[in-house]
């Protein structure tokens, strides 16, 4: 059973940095990609960098320059470096994994929320100006 649980959420003034991680369990990395997404209250979600099974990373053009993804394949932690954080960052942030197919790349990940079965729970970042 997949699990996973983000931590690393707190409330920072805007030009600072956090650093949130997802701890996983239940799978293997090498199988799934992996994605990062955030709500704020009456937005919908929004996927901010995905990570895929050879560490190929795609980002969110809002986030582009400011945010990492990474993962850890020895630790089973995804992670997301924000730097230069905006107010307009605030929001929920959740981890998401989506076991590849037979027929997708190791390269390939998305940041579709629609293609995610598997969630955390969330962790918030507030930003203040």
Same mark, same amino acid.
């Given at each position: 059973?997949? /699990?996973?649980?983000?931590?690393?959420?707190? +409330?920072?003034? !805007?030009?600072?940095s956090l650093?949130?991680?997802?701890a996983?369990?239940?799978?293997?990395?090498?199988? $799934?990609?992996?994605?990062?997404?955030? /709500?704020a209250?009456?937005k919908?979600?929004? #996927?901010?960098?995905?990570? !895929?099974s050879?560490?190929t990373?795609? $980002?969110?053009?809002?986030?582009?320059g400011?945010?990492?993804?990474?993962q850890?394949?020895?630790?089973?932690?995804?992670?997301? /470096?924000?730097?230069?954080?905006?107010?307009?960052?605030? !929001?929920?942030?959740?981890? !998401?994994a989506?076991?590849?197919?037979?027929?997708?790349?190791?390269?390939?990940?998305?940041? +579709?929320? +629609?293609?995610? $079965?598997?969630?955390?729970? #969330?962790? /918030?970042?507030?930003? +203040?100006?």
């Open positions: 059973q997949v /699990q996973l649980v983000e931590s690393g959420g707190g +409330s920072v003034q !805007a030009g600072g650093r949130l991680s997802c996983a369990s239940g799978f293997t990395y090498g199988d $799934y990609y992996m994605a990062w997404f955030r /709500q209250p009456g919908e979600r929004e #996927g901010v960098a995905c990570i !895929a050879d560490g990373t795609n $980002y969110a053009e809002s986030v582009q400011r945010f990492t993804i990474s850890d394949n020895r630790e089973n932690t995804l992670s997301l /470096q924000m730097n230069n954080l905006k107010p307009e960052d605030t !929001a929920m942030y959740y981890c !998401a989506r076991r590849r197919s037979p027929y997708t790349s190791i390269w390939y990940c998305s940041r +579709s929320s +629609s293609n995610f $079965y598997d969630w955390g729970q #969330g962790t /918030q970042v507030t930003v +203040s100006s």
